[in-house]
């Protein structure tokens, strides 16, 4: 396996050109993950020590030479988050100080002013987000902790550079329960462990299927069926390598004893650390399947920024968020393009998907009708995907052109159909309680109960939550 491969898909490729050993993510990912056994064994008084001598140590080989950037950003934003918490401006002021620093160090790096190799350009993804947990936490409890809670807080090891987003208490929890190595994990680390060896299967297929092929002009020579099955070949890899990483960090989190519920079946609340749900690859709606991609992420979003942005429109706050969240992930183009095209996306279907089909309550219709739907919906996840995976406008283009704009007329055709069938007659589709739960089960969506125990972890406190509900 190699590093460069791994470092594709969340983050771009060109940000330097430093070379990295092939063993370092796996190494990083593994070692966390063997490592992580030892955390709850140890007495309370010692896993911050032991957590915060590995993260250091992975901070190193992710930064190699950039780990000052890491030392300084923390130094900073903490001294930041004791001046401004009063005012209730830490963490707006530390996510924008983290977020603009990280992409100024990944400009820097691609002009070659810098030495930030491509894992660091990832490790920056979740220790921002870490930043800001701190911050907002701060602010809400009107408290800062001590700098070493803080620094044991920014190294805890599990998930340091992968994810999931971890929240100030979950982490800890992890510290001081006592109770976090009494507990039964084993089914849930096997469940993910054979989601991981199926992911790590498509992933052997990835020297196979070459991103760059598609950009070069030869690629268009081939038919467009070809052209077609290629590049959402491309696509299934890149999710899978992004996805076994995903899982990989999950287990970490588990054996460490994040999320620990002596009342669950398993052992563990995985709602503190979940990342991704598989059975959304099943999922017939695209707005569900983004709305749940790095779902853990997509919850400190929701808690840390949408909700409190000060903006009464809900589409507008939508917008002003999922604009932060694509500067998060970086300064290259093809991030904003795809978060821009979501919406339209999803507006398209949903013209279209809210009307009974004709046949629709016979057996043998409504099955194909539910192949359709995931048909469609796939095509409008691959097509939206693509500025993730090839981060420039005209790199993005040259994809889509290959593939003949395919996803763009089958939306176009979706807003035509949406402006048609108003006069048709067809019934808007009226889910009864009975379709709600066949889709919460095929999506894996939590109960409200579950929902509630998820977002509580993740927020500074129950109450909090609660008074955020209220003003919504």
């Known amino acids: 396996m190699e590093g460069a491969d791994i470092a594709e898909a969340p983050g771009p490729l060109s940000h330097s050109a ?52 890491p030392i300084l950003l923390s130094l900073v934003c903490y001294g930041l988050t004791r001046l401004l918490y009063r005012r209730r401006m830490a963490g707006c002021v530390v996510i924008a100080l983290a977020f603009c620093f990280a992409n100024l160090m990944r ?20 220790f921002t987000l870490r930043l800001g947990t701190f911050a907002f936490h701060a602010e809400d409890s009107q408290a800062v902790p001590p700098l070493t809670c803080f620094m044991s807080f920014m190294l805890f090891f599990p998930g340091i550079w992968s994810g999931p987003t971890l929240s100030w208490r979950a982490v800890q929890d992890t510290f001081d329960n006592p109770n976090t190595k009494a507990r039964n994990f084993g089914g849930f680390l096997l469940k993910r462990g054979y989601e991981c060896s199926m992911h790590w299967l498509a992933y052997l297929l990835l020297p196979r299927f070459n991103v760059a092929a598609v950009l070069e002009p030869a690629f268009l020579e081939h038919s467009f069926w070809y052209r077609l099955f290629y590049i959402n070949i491309v696509l299934l890899v890149k999710k899978a390598e992004i996805l076994f990483c995903w899982f990989i960090a999950e287990c970490t989190c588990a054996a460490a004893g994040v999320g620990c519920d002596t009342s669950a079946l398993n052992g563990v609340n995985n709602d503190v650390f979940m990342t991704y749900n598989p059975t959304l690859d099943w999922s017939q709606n695209i707005r569900e399947v983004i709305k749940k991609w790095n779902s853990s992420v997509q919850t400190w979003m929701a808690l840390n920024v949408y909700k409190r942005l000060p903006i009464k429109i809900p589409l507008l706050r939508k ?102 069938l108003p006069h048709t007659g067809l019934e ?12 919460k089960s095929s999506s894996g969506q939590q109960s409200p109960e579950g929902v509630k125990r998820s977002l509580s972890s993740q927020s500074t406190s129950g109450s909090l939550l609660e008074e955020r509900e209220k003003e919504q």
Not at 117 to 126: E, T, V, W
Request: charge should be positive.
């Open 107 to 126: 400009i820097k790096a691609m002009m070659g002013w810098l030495p930030l190799p491509i894992s660091g350009d990832l490790a920056f993804y979740m």
């Open 18 to 69: 430093l070379s990295e050993p092939a063993f370092l993510y796996p190494a990083t990912l593994f070692g966390a993950f063997s490592l992580s056994f030892a955390l709850p064994a140890l007495p309370t008084s010692s896993r911050r020590l032991f957590s915060s001598l590995v993260g250091a140590i992975i901070w190193v080989l992710m930064f190699q030479s950039a780990v000052w950037m």
């Open 319 to 420: 917008l002003v968020t999922t604009t932060i969240s694509a500067f998060w992930h970086g300064w290259d183009a093809g991030y904003y393009l795809a978060f821009s095209l979501y919406p339209v996306f999803e507006l398209s279907q949903d013209l279209v998907w809210r009307y009974r089909w004709p046949m629709e309550d016979r057996p043998i219709m409504a099955k194909f009708y539910q192949v359709v739907r995931w048909i469609v919906s796939q095509t409008f996840i691959h097509y939206s995907q693509m500025p993730f995976v090839f981060f420039t406008f005209s790199a993005s283009f040259i994809a889509w052109r290959a593939v003949s704009y395919y996803g763009f007329w089958v939306m176009g055709f979706f807003f035509i159909m949406g402006a048609i």
């Open 428 to 439: 808007k589709r009226e889910p009864s309680l009975q379709m709600k739960q066949q889709e």
